[in-house]
């Protein structure tokens, strides 16, 4: 096997949960495909992969940058998926950035013990947003 549909491929890796989701991903320019110094091109989901070819994927875990190292058709444990592409550092170093913005954002959360705000909560609310 010298290459396998984009969609597949990425089904196979484990980035989408099905192969719908992946090609629907694909149509909304959610994956990009780049082979050797070219650039970035966005990816229809009938383009073949080949070994070496270099994706950036946005998915809800985030952006993925990966190398492709290996071909499959079929979805099997995620530790064959994990062998069949390679992430780059760069694309580490940013998830792992993406993680801690989240974790420094505050969480508010409500004080309301009865579980919904009175009227006089409510007027609080609006004067706070400056309506």
């Known amino acids: 096997m010298t290459s396998v549909r984009m969609d597949k491929w990425l089904w196979a890796a484990r980035f989408f949960k099905t192969r719908a989701l992946a090609a629907k991903a694909c149509d909304l320019g959610r994956v990009d495909w780049k082979k050797g110094e070219m650039a970035w091109q966005p990816a229809k989901a009938a383009r073949d992969v080949h070994t070496g070819d270099m994706l950036r994927v946005k998915n809800?875990?985030?952006?993925?940058?990966?190398?492709?190292?290996?071909?499959?058709?079929?979805?099997?444990?995620?530790?064959?998926?994990?062998?069949?592409?390679?992430?780059?550092?760069?694309?580490?170093?940013?998830?792992?950035?993406?993680?801690?913005?989240?974790?420094?954002?505050?969480?508010?959360?409500s004080t309301w013990e009865s579980g919904r705000p009175t009227k006089r909560d409510r007027r609080v609310m609006t004067r706070l947003r400056g309506r």
């Open 60 to 109: 809800d875990s985030g952006e993925f940058q990966v190398e492709v190292l290996g071909l499959s058709e079929v979805r099997g444990p995620a530790s064959v998926a994990q062998s069949l592409y390679r992430e780059t550092d760069e694309s580490k170093s940013a998830r792992a950035a993406v993680v801690e913005a989240k974790k420094a954002i505050p969480v508010y959360e």
